[in-house]
């Protein structure tokens, strides 16, 4: 690289070559100029010589009092990177484990349950309040249903079948939606409103249980995983609650 300056006269030579859109520089100045001395170059530069390197771009007196211009966009972090500090805006909420093993304590204990009530009303196994069929017909009948006979054995198979299907996670909305229904005319017939509640709380715990479930799905510790209603629960939830309010409908009117 070579750089010709000279006083009182125009300058038409550039560092990398002729370059016809500089304009015509007149040079006149009385500082003078000087040579570097490095031999391996003829580098001339203007302004005062210092001790030791003095090359045209070394940091001298000369250029001391220079404007530096910082251009923006030439960092090392891209403008459009997210750095630690930054707060990620409209994250989702994820699914978590938790959220399985909870549905599954409540699936077991809700479905457990009724399992046991029904096994009693079907057997008499577990010396519970109804002792076997006989039993359960006899309640039916107290409470002014018209077909005690069939009846048991729909209430008996509906908690006996809907607690299975609860504990496993199997057609999960049907199970559900068989508890609710069976809850549903049990606080109706046994509510007595004169008193706090109709003396019902239970009663309305397992059915808000099972409204929950239904609506939530079982979880993916289920049998029923991948399948439809599994991947559509509030649609299948939906569905089976209407099937559930209707049967309760014909159950407390027509064989009432």
């Known amino acids: 690289m070579w750089y010709e300056a000279t006083t009182n006269r125009e300058v038409r030579t550039h ?22 001395g490095d031999s391996s170059s003829t580098t001339q530069s203007f302004g005062t010589p210092t001790s030791g390197s003095s090359g ?3 940091d001298d007196a000369a250029f001391s009092n220079a404007q530096t211009t910082t251009f923006s966009g030439f960092g090392d972090t891209d403008a459009t990177e997210t ?12 699914w978590h484990g938790g959220l399985d093993f909870g ?5 077991l204990a809700l479905g457990g349950l009724f399992v046991a009530h029904g096994l009693d009303k079907l ?11 006989d039993a359960t017909r006899q309640m039916l009948t107290e409470a002014g249903f018209t077909e005690p006979g069939i009846l048991a054995w729909v209430l008996a198979i509906s908690e006996t079948a809907g607690g299975v299907l609860l504990i496993l996670g199997l057609f999960f909305p049907a199970g559900a939606a068989a508890i609710l229904g069976v809850m549903a005319n049990v606080i109706v017939v046994k509510g007595n409103w004169n008193l ?13 249980a099972a409204f929950a479930l239904l609506f939530t799905g079982p979880g993916r510790i289920a049998l029923d995983r991948h399948t439809p209603w599994w991947r559509r629960a509030p649609l299948f939830g939906l569905v ?4 559930a309010a209707g049967l309760s409908v014909v159950t407390l009117v027509v064989w009432r």
């Open 196 to 208: 706090f509640l109709g003396d019902v709380e239970l009663e309305m715990m397992y059915a808000a």
């Open 15 to 36: 560092p990398f070559g002729p370059c016809n859109t500089l304009p015509r520089v007149s040079t006149e100045d009385d500082r003078g100029f000087y040579t570097t």
């Open 240 to 243: 089976f609650l209407v099937i």
């Open 56 to 58: 045209f771009f070394d």
């Open 123 to 133: 057997f008499g196994w577990l010396n519970g309040p109804l002792d076997g069929m």
């Open 103 to 107: 549905l599954l304590v409540l699936r």
């Open 83 to 94: 750095t630690e500090d930054t707060p990620t805006k409209g994250r989702k909420a994820e």
